[in-house]
C-alpha cells in the first residue's frame, strides 16, 4: 500500500508498507488510531497513545477557521480508503497533503494559546548529515549493548566463582546477567561497583577484581557515566583512634589514611552538577533508604568516578582533601575491550611489580561552607 508518511522534523515522502495490521502498527510504533479529519477519501493513521508514550510532536491538524484543535504525536501516515478498507493514497492526493505537510512544525505556548511554527524544509544535504547521525546513533547503541551484555556476563561469572551467597541470592544465570546489563544500559554502575565491594571486601579479592574495576571505569568513561563511592572505616579494634580525626592529626601522627582499613558503604550515579558538598549535604540530612553507613563524616572518604578514573578525597574538618595515594599512589589503568580477563589479570600484576611509589602534588581543596 502506497502511503505519505509524515515523520516529526522531517519533509513527508512517499513509502510502500504491508496492508495487515502488524504492517500498519510497525509503521506508526504502537497501536493505530484512524481518524478522518478532511472532506477527501482519506484516512489519517497515527499511534493511539503517542502523546501518553511520549512521542516527539509532529504537525497540528486545523479546523476550516485554521485553528489547531489537535496535534498528532510521533509518526503518521496518509492512505485512501476503499470501499472497506485502507487503500493507495492517490497520486493527486499524495501532492496535496505532501504540500500542507511539506514544513516540519514546532509548537509554544503564548498567553495560553498553542501556537505552531513552521520550520525551514530540510536540504537534502541536511537530511543526509540526519540520516547519517541516525545511524551512527544506531550503531552506538548496538556497541554499548554488546559491551554491556559481555561485561554483564564477565562480572556474574566472577561473583558466582568467589561468593556462594551471590550464587545462592541469584539461582538463574540468565535472568541475573540480564539484570545486570540493564543496570549498566540504565548507567547505575553505582548499584554494579556496590555489589562488587561487598564481595571484594569479604573474600579479600582487591587484586583479583582489579581487572573488572577497570572495565567498569572504561564503560562509564566511554558511555558518560559518572558515580561515587563512599568508604567508612570499618568497626575493628584497630581504626578506634583514627575515627572523626582530621587529616592534620593524621599527618602529625605519621599515619596513613589506609584504604585497607576502609570499607565501601555505598555507590551511587554522580548526578551532573552534583559536587562534594551537595553529597556531604545529602548524606547528612536526607540519607537515601538503603544508605545503612554513619552520617558523612570526618574521616569517611567519598571517591568520585569519572571520565574513566577514580579520584579520592577525605572528608575533613573542613571541607575535602585529596587522597592521592588511597589507590596506593597509581591510578588503575584502562581495560581494552578485547583484552581478556586474564590477559588483564596478569597485566595488572605487571604493572603493579613494577609501578614505583609516587608523590602526586596535592591540589588546594574548596572549603566546606
Not at 258 to 264: A, E, K, P, T
Not at 285 to 291: G, K, R
Not at 322 to 327: G, K
Not at 350 to 367: G, L, M, N, R, V
Request: aromatic content about 8%; proline content about 5%.
Amino acid at each position: 500500500m502506497n502511503v505519505l508518511m509524515v515523520e516529526p522534523g522531517k519533509v513527508p515522502y512517499a513509502v510502500d508498507i504491508g496492508e495487515g495490521l502488524e504492517a500498519l502498527q510497525a509503521a506508526v510504533g504502537g497501536d493505530i488510531q484512524a481518524v478522518y479529519p478532511y472532506d477527501d477519501p482519506v484516512a489519517l493513521i497515527c499511534n493511539e497513545e503517542g502523546k501518553y508514550m511520549g512521542l516527539p510532536l509532529n504537525r497540528a491538524l486545523r479546523d476550516d477557521e485554521g485553528n489547531i484543535y489537535d496535534i498528532v504525536a510521533g509518526n503518521f501516515f496518509l492512505c485512501g480508503l476503499g470501499e472497506e478498507d485502507f487503500t493507495d493514497l492517490p497520486a493527486d492526493l499524495m501532492e496535496k497533503y505532501r504540500q500542507q505537510f511539506e514544513h516540519p512544525e514546532q509548537f509554544v505556548r503564548i498567553a495560553g494559546k498553542i501556537l505552531a511554527v513552521k520550520q525551514p524544509v530540510p536540504s537534502e544535504e541536511q537530511e543526509a548529515q540526519r540520516a547519517q547521525m541516525a545511524a551512527q546513533e544506531a550503531q552506538r547503541e548496538e556497541m554499548r549493548l554488546d559491551d554491556s551484555t559481555d561485561l554483564a556476563f564477565d562480572l556474574d561469572v566472577f561473583l558466582r566463582q568467589h561468593s556462594d551467597a551471590y550464587a545462592d541470592m541469584h539461582p538463574d544465570f540468565h535472568e541475573e546477567k540480564e539484570r545486570i546489563a540493564d543496570e549498566l544500559l540504565s548507567g547505575q554502575t553505582g548499584k554494579i561497583r556496590m555489589r562488587m565491594a561487598t564481595v571484594i571486601q569479604e573474600e579479600h579479592l582487591d587484586v583479583e577484581a582489579g581487572p573488572l574495576l577497570n572495565r567498569i571505569a572504561a564503560y562509564e568513561k566511554e558511555y558518560g557515566i559518572s558515580a561515587y563511592s563512599i568508604y567508612q572505616l570499618d568497626l575493628s579494634d584497630s581504626t578506634d583512634d583514627l575515627r572523626f580525626m582530621s587529616l592534620d592529626w593524621l599527618e602529625k601522627k605519621g599515619l596513613p589514611v589506609d584504604r585497607d582499613n576502609y570499607q565501601m558503604v555505598y555507590a551511587t550515579e554522580l548526578s551532573p552538577g552534583e559536587t562534594l558538598e551537595d553529597i556531604y549535604t545529602r548524606f547528612n540530612i536526607d540519607h537515601p533508604e538503603d544508605f545503612k553507613g554513619h552520617s558523612l563524616s570526618v574521616s569517611d572518604v567519598v571517591v568520585l568516578h569519572e571520565k574513566g578514573s577514580d579520584t579520592a578525597y577525605y572528608v575533613d574538618s573542613i571541607g575535602f582533601k585529596e587522597l592521592p595515594d588511597f589507590f596506593g599512589g597509581t591510578r588503575q589503568p584502562e581495560a581494552k575491550r578485547d583484552v581478556s580477563l586474564r590477559e588483564q589479570l596478569d597485566d595488572a600484576k605487571k604493572q603493579a611489580a613494577k609501578a614505583e611509589p609516587k608523590t602526586p602534588e596535592k591540589k588546594k581543596e574548596p572549603e566546606r561552607s
